[in-house]
């Protein structure tokens, strides 16, 4: 079964410093790959999503991730951390067998230290 | 304004009394989903529904009910609470199909059985 892995459930960077979030899936097939956020007390949103053609996909806020097939991961970066970054940072993989199913990780807390 | 709207935001009720969330969205999607999260377990899936009068378990959906009458409307039912489904609880939307677009999150209902 499809499985999504977030190295660290909590990680603390300082303002303007780089993020780096991990996210790995299992399928031998790649699938449809999403991260998501979630800010204090609200629902989850898009931050970006790949499906096909450019591995290296932009999404809100300055973030971006790259798909690479060849470590079946998809890290989730920013060059500079702001304050307003601090949040729940989930990784989602959709199969592109049945696409409905969208599996979640576990999530990585995000701390920015001033 | 495109928006999945669940009511209560949060409650509290003891073992037993049956409650139901409700969730509705405006953006016309086919597919909808309910989700608890609890820590360190990222988001897990209750119950879907692909289309109306069509719905399906998801990975835990002991202790639940769903129904899907109406195309914008997918309420959760708790027949008989237990203290085990405290818990944070998100219904999502999307699209359906090839083409998978992203989840449209409400905003969560928390929920705590006595």
């Known amino acids: 079964a499809q499985s999504v892995t977030q190295l660290g459930s909590h990680v603390s960077v300082s303002e303007g410093a780089l993020v780096l979030l991990r996210c790995n899936y299992s399928?031998?097939?790649?699938?449809?790959l999403f991260w998501y956020v979630q800010y204090p007390n609200q629902g989850l949103q898009l931050l970006l999503k790949?499906?096909?053609?450019?591995?290296l996909v932009k999404g809100i806020n300055g973030f971006e991730a790259e798909f690479k097939k060849s470590e079946t991961s998809f890290h989730l970066t920013k060059p500079s951390a702001h304050m307003s970054d601090a949040a729940e940072y989930f990784c989602?993989?959709?199969?592109?067998?049945?696409?409905?199913?969208?599996?979640f990780g576990p999530g990585t807390s995000l701390s920015v230290i001033p | 304004e495109a928006q999945v709207t669940q009511n209560p935001r949060y409650l509290i009720t003891v073992t037993g009394k049956k409650l139901t969330v409700t969730c509705s969205q405006n953006?016309?999607?086919?597919?909808m989903s309910w989700y608890r999260q609890d820590p360190g377990l990222g988001l897990r899936q209750i119950y879907y529904?692909?289309?109306?009068?069509?719905?399906d378990k998801g990975d835990v959906p002991e202790g639940y009910k769903v129904s899907r009458k109406e195309k914008r409307n997918f309420p959760l039912i708790l027949e008989s609470p237990s203290p085990n489904q405290t818990s944070l609880y998100f219904c999502?939307?999307?699209?359906?199909?090839?083409?998978?677009?992203?989840?449209?999150f409400g905003e969560g209902s928390r929920l705590t059985v006595l």
């Open positions: 999502a939307s999307k699209t359906s199909g090839v083409n998978t677009g992203e989840l449209f």
């Open positions: 399928s031998s097939v790649p699938p449809y």
């Open positions: 790949y499906t096909t053609g450019a591995t």
């Open positions: 989602a993989v959709s199969d592109r067998a049945s696409y409905d199913k969208v599996i």
């Open positions: 953006m016309n999607h086919e597919y």
């Open positions: 529904s692909m289309n109306v009068e069509v719905t």
